[in-house]
């Protein structure tokens, strides 16, 4: 009874539906049918049903789960030990509403976006390894969505190539972000707004800005640059780092062994609890493709933005981690720089992004609240 007890309490409300259906005798896709979500989230919620059983597949999650007696007439059973207040955050998490559609963009590739909170706009560029769908329930990204939608209606999106947006993309270029993002923006039928972004989007942003000042009214970016990886200087030692590293994306991303992702993680969170890190390392297998990693990757090495930032006219701020691993902090430093009358805000962190439990999460939230609240004075 202890272990079953020990089982339920480790799966969320999520996992348990999920695995009812899977013993139930439904198929993935009937599972995303049934709860309006993607097959691509359906497997990864099956893995990590399998994993907290100790199985290695859905046949063995079934025997697992009816040898337990998880299950009565395929109807979930909570043990009396599992309050409300004891389940994970991702299940409370996914009760925010949250609308998903699609608009094309300009060479008919499909874009996921998502509408979420109440307020006035305020749209989030599309960053690597996001997903509209299962970010709500990451501990990667659930407190950032939370933040956003706090007083505003948060507009959000995929990036072609990746989530819910199509795979098939031809054209991965940083003009296409660019354009993808104009699109985003016609399909919510946006006139003004503040616009957020976050590490490679905040050039995104940046490019978008400089283009249509007319539309923003406050730019904020974290961990971001203007510059890509080929665009600074480097050391050649620096350089054949970079390289290996594309090379091991190519061959290690989509395997079943985490190790490579969990090295990739470890990069954007070096002072992360381990189930962030294996949360996000999750996500890179969900969200994106080997392929489109070594592809999207590449193409933020060539990004440079440094002549569009000198021409943004709004108000700006500039968030970024002393310690950032994935992007220094000098890198940080230029882009406020470049912008005129930016402000900078150096937060105490080691995390490309930060995660909600340390400190520098509430000088984050202080400095945006306050930044986005002066647009209403």
């Given at each position: 009874?202890?272990d079953?007890?020990?089982?339920?309490?480790s799966?969320?409300?999520?996992?348990?539906e999920?695995?009812?259906?899977?013993?139930?005798?439904?198929s993935?896709?009937?599972?995303?049918?049934?709860?309006?979500?993607?097959?691509?989230?359906?497997?990864?919620?099956?893995?990590?049903i399998?994993?907290?059983?100790?199985?290695?597949?859905?046949?063995?999650a079934i025997t697992?789960?009816?040898?337990?007696?998880?299950?009565n007439?395929?109807?979930?059973?909570?043990?009396?030990?599992?309050?409300?207040?004891?389940?994970?955050?991702?299940?409370?998490?996914?009760?925010?509403?949250?609308?998903v559609?699609?608009?094309?963009s300009?060479d008919?590739?499909?874009?996921?976006?998502?509408?979420?909170?109440?307020?006035?706009?305020?749209?989030?560029v599309?960053?690597?390894?996001?997903?509209?769908?299962?970010?709500?329930?990451?501990?990667?990204?659930?407190?950032?969505?939370?933040?956003?939608?706090?007083?505003?209606?948060?507009?959000?999106?995929?990036?072609?190539?990746?989530g819910?947006?199509?795979?098939?993309?031809?054209?991965?270029?940083?003009?296409?972000?660019?354009?993808?993002?104009?699109?985003?923006?016609?399909?919510?039928?946006?006139?003004?707004?503040?616009?957020?972004?976050?590490?490679?989007?905040?050039?995104?942003?940046?490019?978008?800005?400089?283009?249509?000042?007319?539309?923003?009214?406050?730019?904020?970016?974290?961990?971001?640059?203007?510059?890509?990886?080929l665009?600074?200087?480097?050391?050649?030692?620096?350089?054949?780092?970079?390289?290996?590293m594309?090379?091991?994306?190519?061959v290690?991303w989509?395997?079943?062994?985490?190790?490579?992702?969990?090295?990739?993680?470890?990069?954007?969170?070096?002072?992360?609890?381990?189930?962030?890190?294996?949360?996000l390392e999750e996500?890179?297998?969900?969200?994106?493709?080997?392929?489109?990693?070594?592809?999207?990757?590449s193409?933020?090495?060539r990004?440079?933005?440094?002549?569009?930032a000198?021409?943004?006219?709004?108000?700006?701020?500039?968030?970024?981690?002393?310690?950032?691993?994935?992007?220094?902090?000098?890198?940080?430093?230029?882009?406020?720089?470049?912008?005129?009358?930016?402000?900078?805000?150096?937060?105490?962190?080691?995390?490309?992004?930060?995660?909600?439990?340390?400190s520098?999460?509430?000088?984050?939230v202080?400095?945006?609240?306050g930044?986005?609240?002066?647009e209403?004075?």
């Amino acid at each position: 009874m202890e272990d079953k007890e020990q089982l339920l309490a480790s799966l969320s409300k999520r996992e348990r539906e999920i695995l009812a259906q899977l013993s139930a005798g439904l198929s993935d896709q009937q599972i995303a049918d049934e709860l309006i979500l993607s097959l691509h989230t359906i497997k990864w919620y099956n893995r990590q049903i399998y994993s907290k059983l100790g199985v290695s597949g859905r046949t063995q999650a079934i025997t697992t789960a009816r040898a337990l007696g998880l299950f009565n007439t395929n109807d979930l059973l909570v043990p009396s030990s599992f309050q409300a207040s004891d389940q994970p955050m991702p299940v409370e998490r996914r009760k925010v509403e949250h609308r998903v559609s699609f608009t094309t963009s300009f060479d008919e590739t499909r874009i996921a976006f998502a509408i979420a909170g109440n307020g006035p706009p305020l749209v989030k560029v599309a960053n690597y390894m996001g997903h509209v769908e299962y970010d709500w329930d990451s501990p990667v990204w659930a407190h950032w969505l939370e933040e956003l939608i706090r007083s505003h209606t948060l507009i959000y999106y995929d990036e072609r190539g990746s989530g819910l947006s199509d795979w098939n993309a031809e054209d991965v270029s940083f003009e296409a972000w660019v354009r993808d993002l104009e699109t985003v923006v016609d399909a919510a039928g946006l006139r003004r707004f503040p616009l957020f972004a976050m590490s490679q989007a905040g050039a995104v942003a940046v490019a978008y800005t400089a283009r249509h000042p007319d539309k923003v009214t406050r730019l904020i970016v974290h961990g971001a640059y203007s510059r890509g990886w080929l665009k600074r200087d480097l050391t050649e030692e620096q350089i054949e780092e970079e390289k290996l590293m594309i090379s091991l994306m190519r061959v290690g991303w989509g395997r079943d062994n985490p190790a490579f992702r969990q090295v990739f993680a470890m990069q954007l969170f070096p002072d992360a609890p381990a189930e962030h890190i294996r949360a996000l390392e999750e996500q890179m297998r969900l969200s994106v493709s080997p392929k489109n990693a070594v592809r999207l990757e590449s193409e933020m090495h060539r990004i440079d933005v440094q002549d569009a930032a000198s021409q943004i006219t709004v108000p700006t701020l500039v968030l970024h981690s002393r310690e950032d691993e994935a992007v220094p902090f000098e890198e940080g430093r230029l882009l406020a720089s470049l912008i005129p009358k930016a402000r900078f805000v150096a937060l105490e962190s080691k995390n490309h992004l930060l995660t909600k439990e340390e400190s520098a999460w509430p000088k984050f939230v202080e400095a945006v609240r306050g930044f986005l609240g002066e647009e209403d004075e």
